[in-house]
């Protein structure tokens, strides 16, 4: 839910992904993340997967409780939703409490600053990490009440897609490996992941339309790096 006392108070996500494949990419997700709640849309805890058409344009909506206020004061701010960037708001999201859960999203920016200044000042998100990676790129990381939004950032990223992947949490990440594995998907072994106490798997499934982790945290830490 967001924040009522920010103007914004941006929380879950929803994506609207292009596929090439709708057929292959709904059986994907069904395996994934179990039965859509609409034809081609799936509903997590804390976001939302719309698969689109392949010549449909990526969408990314931060969920407000208020569209119209939210709307109002990103204009105040200096940014129009639908307009110089592909990230808009929406508060018209089905969230399902008992669904699967986005430990975080992944995208990308050109610029360290225009990031901090797009999702901090702007979108009001709490930057919590920066973590240099060298090359003159960076890793930002944004927290809303209910996910963690990385960014990686610098010239390098210039032409890169504006939305850079997925990853779910799960309690028990060798259990769900294998259980994808029995059903069909090609996955990753299970590592050691970069956060301290982690371990991941990656689901290397195209039909997803976007790279995709699993992500076990063991302890459970607020810091999102």
Request: aromatic letters at 4%; proline letters at 6%.
């Amino acid at each position: 839910m967001s924040n009522s006392n920010d103007p914004i108070g941006v929380s879950d996500v929803r994506l609207g992904i292009p596929v090439a494949d709708q057929r292959a990419s709904t059986r994907a997700y069904q395996i994934l993340l179990g039965a859509p709640v609409s034809d081609g849309e799936w509903a997590a805890a804390n976001g939302t997967v719309l698969l689109r058409d392949a010549d449909a344009d990526l969408s990314i909506d931060f969920v407000v409780a208020d569209e119209a206020r939210a709307r109002a004061e990103l204009a105040r701010r200096g940014l129009s939703p639908t307009g110089e960037v592909s990230i808009g708001v929406t508060e018209s999201t089905r969230p399902r409490p008992d669904g699967p859960v986005l430990d975080h999203i992944v995208l990308t920016h050109r610029d360290e600053d225009a990031a901090i200044a797009l999702y901090a000042g702007r979108f009001g998100m709490s930057l919590r990490r920066v973590r240099p990676l060298g090359d003159e790129l960076v890793q930002l990381f944004f927290r809303t009440s209910t996910l963690v939004v990385e960014v990686v950032a610098g010239p390098a990223m210039a032409e890169r897609e504006l939305f850079g992947g997925i990853a779910w949490l799960t309690d028990d990440i060798d259990a769900e490996q294998e259980r994808l594995v029995e059903a069909g998907l090609d996955t990753s072994e299970v590592r050691v992941g970069r956060k301290p106490g982690t371990r991941v798997c990656t689901v290397r499934e195209r039909v997803l339309g976007t790279p995709t982790l699993l992500i076990e945290q063991s302890p459970r830490s607020d810091d999102p790096s």
